[in-house]
Every structure is written in structure tokens, then in C-alpha cells.
């Protein structure tokens, strides 16, 4: 449970630091056990205005923030998810997916938004979670987990740490940044079907293409997987190189606020 904290807590200082600037100065122009990807899937976008700070913006300082991450809450949260013994059928992800929206849901200042999509003959759901920018509302800095799983005997995939993990931290940052208004949007999203071959992402992308440019942009996290291993394990953050910038101002964040060391992967097979 440690180790999901402490991931859990460089999540949100990590988003905190890219989207309410409270961490340093302005920036420069595929999933496994314990990484974080860093990319801009959608598109490159303008990173230089990241790390300005605005009098308009309202996010807590992320110490602050960290306070609010409940642990047991978090635990509940992967238990809950685990308790369904899988989600990897049509049944088992709707129940998963009932869970994520009553829980969403509670969240005030978060919008909640869900993308129903057709997948071998029935219909899947992503949830789209964003909390508006004060200063650049129409600037997003995207995070993803996915809410399925998977095993050998798929009427058996409990997936705590794949990716019950990361859903529970993607959950955990929108009832921390609840009520904030950072200085760009933060949109936290809850794919279905990842298993299947990225289907659910594959279907958001294809349907945000029509109506967000690549320029507003400015990165997308993708967490999957921050769960396992021993508890002094290193984080890995990996990323292409065009987007080095952006990995190197989450692992500032990252190493800043929490005890968790940084090991980045920058290669053009990441991501």
C-alpha cells in the first residue's frame, strides 16, 4: 500500500506542477510494472508556458494537496474494483464502470463526461473527468488509466495492480484536485477495453481528433501499472525523445515532493 501511496502522491504533484505552475521555472520547446509514460499522443503541443505562474490561479500549493490523499480511501478503491474478480467481459466491465461513475460523480468541480462506443455488438464506456483551467481553460494536460483486465482465465482477473492500481490513483487525483482551479484544464480519463487492444483509448482518440487540435495539447501521463514490485523499487518514466521536456518536468516534480527516485527511459520505442 506504501508504494501505491507514494506513487499515488507523485501523480498528483506531478499534475499539479504541469498544470497549476506551483513547481519552477517555464519548460523548454505502451505499459510495464512501475512506468509512467509520458507523451503527447494527441499531439506535441506549446510546453513553453507551463511553468509561468498567474495570479488567477486557485490550486493549493502541492503540499497541500498530498494532505488530502486518503490512503484507505484508495485501498477501498482497489478493493472494490478487485472484488468484482473481473473485468474483462461485457458484465464485468459495466459493473466496474457503475462503480467509477458513482464515485466520479460525487466529485464538485470536476465535469464529468462519458463516451459510450460499440465493441463486438455491445456498448463500452469511457469516462472523461476534467477540472476547467482558470487561466488557459481551453490547454489540457490529459492522464489515463484503464479500468478492464485480464488474466489467463479471464473469468478470474481480479488486476489489482493492472490496472486497478492506476484507476485507483487516477480517482484519488480528481478528489484532490476537486475544487481547484488550475492555471490549464486537467481531463482524467478511465478507458475501457485496453486489453482487448486499446480499444476504448483507440475509440476516444479517434473521437477528440474532431474536436481538440494537437496544439492544445500539452501532454498526456499514462498510468499503468504503479502497484508492483518491492517498496524501494525506482519509479521508470518513459517517454520519446520529442517529449523529453515534459518527462523531465515531472521527474523535477516528482523527486521535489515525494521520496520516490526517477529513473527515465527516453527512446523512440517508448510510449
Not at 509514460?37 to 511553468?51: F, R, W
Not at 482477473?157 to 490496472?163: H, T
Not at 480517482?171 to 476504448?200: D, H, Q, T, W, Y
Not at 520516490?260 to 520505442?269: A, E, F, M, P
Request: proline share 5%; hydrophobic share 40%.
Amino acid at each position: 500500500m506504501r508504494r501505491v501511496g507514494i506513487a499515488l502522491s507523485l501523480l498528483v504533484t506531478a499534475v499539479t506542477f504541469l498544470a497549476c505552475s506551483d513547481g519552477g521555472g517555464p519548460l523548454p520547446d505502451g505499459g510495464s510494472p512501475d512506468m509512467i509514460v509520458a507523451d503527447s499522443t494527441i499531439g506535441k503541443g506549446d510546453l513553453s508556458a507551463i511553468g509561468d505562474a498567474s495570479p488567477a490561479q486557485t490550486c493549493a500549493p502541492s503540499t497541500q494537496l498530498i494532505g488530502r490523499v486518503d490512503p484507505a480511501r484508495m485501498l477501498a478503491d482497489i478493493k472494490s474494483l478487485v472484488g468484482l474478480f473481473e473485468r474483462s467481459s461485457h458484465t464485468g466491465q459495466q459493473a466496474a464502470a457503475a462503480y467509477l461513475r458513482d464515485q466520479l460523480s460525487k466529485l464538485s468541480g470536476v465535469t464529468l463526461k462519458e463516451q459510450k462506443y460499440q465493441y463486438l455488438g455491445k456498448e463500452y464506456v469511457n469516462f472523461e473527468a476534467t477540472i476547467t483551467g482558470a487561466v488557459e481553460p481551453d490547454r489540457f494536460i490529459l492522464i489515463g488509466s484503464h479500468y478492464d483486465s485480464t488474466s489467463k482465465d479471464p473469468k478470474i482477473a481480479p488486476g489489482a495492480d493492472d490496472d486497478a492500481s492506476g484507476t485507483a490513483a487516477l480517482l484519488e487525483a480528481a478528489r484532490a484536485l476537486a475544487g481547484c482551479r488550475p492555471a490549464r484544464s486537467v481531463r482524467l480519463l478511465f478507458f475501457s477495453n485496453e486489453e482487448k487492444g486499446i480499444v476504448g483509448a483507440t475509440a476516444y482518440v479517434n473521437a477528440l481528433k474532431a474536436v481538440l487540435p494537437p496544439s492544445k495539447v500539452i501532454g498526456y501521463i499514462n498510468v499503468d501499472m504503479i502497484g508492483y514490485g518491492p517498496a524501494d523499487e525506482d519509479l521508470d518514466l518513459a517517454t520519446k525523445p520529442a517529449q523529453r521536456a515534459f518527462a523531465d518536468q515531472m521527474a523535477t516534480a516528482v523527486e521535489k515532493w515525494t521520496s520516490l527516485k526517477v529513473k527515465k527511459r527516453i527512446s523512440d520505442h517508448c510510449g
